[in-house]
C-alpha cells in the first residue's frame, strides 16, 4: 500500500516552487490564487524572498504547504495513496490531498493558525530544541520535574524528540537531559514553542475558524498527529486539528500504525525529504519488533 506523507516547518528554502510555477500551467493557477487569498504575493516570499522571509511562522506555514500540495497534485492521477499523514502542519497538506479539505479552504486555515501562532510567540516568547539519543519516556520525565513550561512537541522517531517550552525551561531541561545521558540538546531555530500548553490562545483562535469550515469524508483514512490513529469522520478529524496545537505530534506512533495497517511505500510531497529520514529509523525499529 502506498502512503502519502507531508513535512511541517523547518524543510524550506529560497526559490522553492519556482519550478512547478514556471513548469506547469496548473501549478501556475493555484500559486496566483494563493496569492489572492492571502492577499500578498506569498510566491515572491518563496521565489525570490530571503532566508529570514521563510522562517517567519506566517510565510514558512502558507509555502510548504503550498509546495507540499501543488507538487502533489502535478502527479496527476496515476498514482493514488491507501493513506496519508502530515507532521504538525502537513496534516493540512494531507488532508487536502485526501479530500478532507479543499485547497482554497486549506489555505485559509493554515494562514489563520499561522498567523494565531505568530501572536501566540509573541505573547509567550518561547522556543524548542531537539533531544538526540535519549529515551523518550525518561525524557518527559524529566522535563515533569521542572518548574517550568517544557515540555515533549515531537516525537519524531526513536532517539530523536523534540521538547517545546519557556527559554528558562529548555535550558533546565537541556542540562538535566545531558546529565542524564542525551548524547545532545540543540536549540532549534524556530518561532516559539509549537506543540505545547503556551500555544493555547492561537489554539483557541485556530478553533474557531475550523468550526466554521466545511470538511468532506477523506477518500482514505488519514493518520492525525494527535491520535497517531486513521480517521475518516470529518467531526473526529476537526476536533483531532484543534488538539494538535497544544498536544505533542506522535509522528512515531503514525508510522509504525501506518506500516502494521499495510504501508509498503512512503512517498514525500514537499520540499526536502526529512521526514523519509525519521520513517527509515522508524521502520527499522519496526522490523526489528515485528509487532505493535
Given at each position: 500500500?502506498?502512503?502519502?506523507?507531508?513535512?511541517?516547518?523547518?524543510?524550506?528554502?529560497?526559490?522553492?516552487?519556482?519550478?512547478?510555477?514556471?513548469?506547469?500551467?496548473?501549478?501556475?493557477?493555484?500559486?496566483?490564487?494563493?496569492?489572492?487569498?492571502?492577499?500578498?504575493?506569498?510566491?515572491?516570499?518563496?521565489?525570490?524572498?530571503?532566508?529570514?522571509?521563510?522562517?517567519?511562522?506566517?510565510?514558512?506555514?502558507?509555502?510548504?504547504?503550498?509546495?507540499?500540495?501543488?507538487?502533489?497534485?502535478?502527479?496527476?492521477?496515476?498514482?493514488?495513496?491507501?493513506?496519508?499523514?502530515?507532521?504538525?502542519?502537513?496534516?493540512?497538506?494531507?488532508?487536502?490531498?485526501?479530500?478532507?479539505?479543499?485547497?482554497?479552504?486549506?489555505?485559509?486555515?493554515?494562514s489563520q493558525r499561522a498567523n494565531a501562532m505568530q501572536k501566540?510567540?509573541?505573547?509567550?516568547?518561547?522556543?524548542?530544541?531537539?533531544?538526540?539519543?535519549?529515551?523518550?519516556?525518561?525524557?518527559?520525565?524529566?522535563?515533569?520535574?521542572?518548574?517550568?513550561?517544557?515540555?515533549?512537541?515531537?516525537?519524531?522517531?526513536?532517539?530523536?524528540?523534540?521538547?517545546?517550552?519557556?527559554?528558562?525551561?529548555?535550558?533546565?531541561?537541556?542540562?538535566?537531559?545531558?546529565?542524564?545521558?542525551?548524547?545532545?540538546?540543540?536549540?532549534?531555530?524556530?518561532?516559539?514553542?509549537?506543540?505545547?500548553?503556551?500555544?493555547?490562545?492561537?489554539?483557541?483562535?485556530?478553533?474557531?475558524?475550523?468550526?466554521?469550515?466545511?470538511?468532506?469524508?477523506?477518500?482514505?483514512?488519514?493518520?492525525?498527529?494527535?491520535?497517531?490513529?486513521?480517521?475518516?469522520?470529518?467531526?473526529?478529524?476537526?476536533?483531532?486539528?484543534?488538539?494538535?496545537l497544544t498536544a505533542p505530534v506522535l509522528w512515531t506512533k503514525?508510522?509504525?500504525?501506518?506500516?502494521?495497517?499495510?504501508?509498503?511505500?512512503?512517498?514525500?510531497?514537499?520540499?526536502?525529504?526529512?521526514?523519509?529520514?525519521?520513517?527509515?529509523?522508524?521502520?527499522?525499529?519496526?522490523?526489528?519488533?515485528?509487532?505493535?
Open positions: 500500500m502506498t502512503a502519502f506523507v507531508f513535512p511541517g516547518q523547518g524543510a524550506q528554502f529560497v526559490g522553492m516552487g519556482k519550478e512547478l510555477y514556471n513548469n506547469y500551467p496548473q501549478a501556475k493557477t493555484m500559486f496566483e490564487t494563493a496569492n489572492d487569498i492571502l492577499v500578498f504575493s506569498i510566491t515572491d516570499k518563496m521565489f525570490f524572498g530571503t532566508d529570514a522571509d521563510l522562517k517567519e511562522t506566517n510565510i514558512t506555514q502558507p509555502a510548504i504547504f503550498l509546495h507540499s500540495v501543488i507538487s502533489c497534485k502535478m502527479m496527476g492521477e496515476e498514482t493514488v495513496p491507501q493513506m496519508v499523514a502530515g507532521h504538525s502542519l502537513g496534516e493540512f497538506s494531507a488532508l487536502v490531498v485526501a479530500g478532507a479539505l479543499s485547497f482554497e479552504d486549506g489555505l485559509r486555515l493554515v501566540a510567540c509573541v505573547q509567550n516568547p518561547s522556543g524548542m530544541a531537539v533531544v538526540i539519543g535519549f529515551d523518550d519516556d525518561k525524557a518527559k520525565a524529566i522535563c515533569e520535574t521542572i518548574d517550568e513550561v517544557v515540555a515533549p512537541a515531537n516525537y519524531n522517531c526513536p532517539g530523536q524528540l523534540a521538547i517545546s517550552g519557556t527559554f528558562k525551561g529548555l535550558e533546565i531541561a537541556g542540562e538535566a537531559l545531558k546529565a542524564a545521558g542525551a548524547k545532545r540538546v540543540l536549540m532549534l531555530n524556530v518561532g516559539g514553542a509549537f506543540h505545547s500548553p503556551l500555544m493555547l490562545p492561537a489554539q483557541e483562535e485556530l478553533a474557531l475558524a475550523i468550526e466554521k469550515t466545511d470538511f468532506q469524508t477523506p477518500f482514505c483514512p488519514v493518520y492525525q498527529n494527535y491520535t497517531a490513529l486513521p480517521e475518516t469522520n470529518p467531526e473526529i478529524i476537526k476536533k483531532n486539528l484543534i488538539q494538535q503514525t508510522v509504525q500504525n501506518m506500516i502494521f495497517d499495510g504501508a509498503s511505500c512512503f512517498v514525500e510531497f514537499g520540499p526536502g525529504e526529512v521526514l523519509q529520514g525519521l520513517i527509515r529509523k522508524i521502520a527499522a525499529e519496526v522490523a526489528v519488533r515485528g509487532e505493535r
